[in-house]
């Protein structure tokens, strides 16, 4: 199988997570996506983490009706600080594993833990949006497979200019961020009372 891993806090995952897997899957023909929920992600503080099991609720409720997407707990489970190289060797030998990323992750990438074991075990599938050139991610994408081997690819997809920070900024000061957020992922952070 063509297996799609896109990992993330998604705190919460909002409707460019959606678009970006959902391109990744059509374009390059994937049989599954899998939305990895991290257990503590090195980038981010613990205190400004929302509870993972909230947070994989969230996933579930967005890719409902959607026979692509998975919503996959295999971080949360294990526990401890989330590495990309141990989520991908827990999927099978077997499988064709591309790990979805955005633009700005990217320019990242070699500041992560083992990159160049990761582009062995995976393919690296960014998404290209503003604030980078499409020129530019391409050009790094480049430079990273002359440093560290493997392939990634990057390809377009419907630029929209939202992310978890800006969402929960606005349900902080009395927002909806509705249309930012599935319906269900919506009514269940109102809910909840999440992010007030």
Same mark, same amino acid.
């Given at each position: 199988m063509k297996i799609g891993i896109f990992g993330g806090s998604f705190d919460p995952i909002h409707v460019a997570h959606l678009l970006l897997a959902q391109k990744a899957a059509e374009q390059y023909k994937l049989d599954?996506?899998?939305?990895?929920v991290a257990y503590f992600p090195p980038h981010r503080s613990a205190k400004s983490l929302t509870n993972g099991k909230l947070r994989l609720e969230l996933v579930q409720?967005?890719?409902?009706?959607?026979?692509?997407? +998975?919503?996959?707990?295999?971080? /949360?489970?294990?526990?401890? !600080? &989330?590495?990309?190289?141990?989520?991908?060797?827990?999927?099978?030998?077997?499988?064709?594993l591309f790990f979805l990323l955005g633009a700005d992750s990217l320019f990242a990438f070699e500041f992560w833990y083992e990159p160049a074991e990761i582009l062995k075990r995976a393919t690296i599938l960014v998404g290209s949006r503003p604030p980078h050139r499409h020129e530019d991610v391409e050009k790094q994408a480049q430079r990273l497979m002359e440093k560290f081997g493997g392939r990634?690819? +990057?390809?377009?997809?419907?630029? /929209?200019?939202?992310?978890? !920070? &800006?969402?929960?900024?606005?349900?902080?000061?009395?927002?909806?961020?509705?249309?930012?957020?599935?319906?269900?992922?919506?009514?269940?952070?109102?809910?909840?009372?999440?992010?007030?």
């Open positions: 599954q996506v899998h939305f990895v409720r967005a890719v409902e009706g959607n026979p692509l997407f +998975v919503a996959d707990d295999r971080e /949360l489970r294990r526990a401890g !600080t &989330s590495y990309t190289l141990d989520t991908l060797e827990s999927f099978g030998k077997e499988d064709e990634i690819e +990057v390809f377009n997809f419907p630029w /929209l200019n939202i992310s978890s !920070t &800006s969402v929960r900024e606005e349900i902080q000061s009395g927002g909806s961020a509705r249309y930012q957020l599935t319906e269900p992922v919506r009514a269940l952070i109102e809910e909840r009372g999440m992010y007030r």
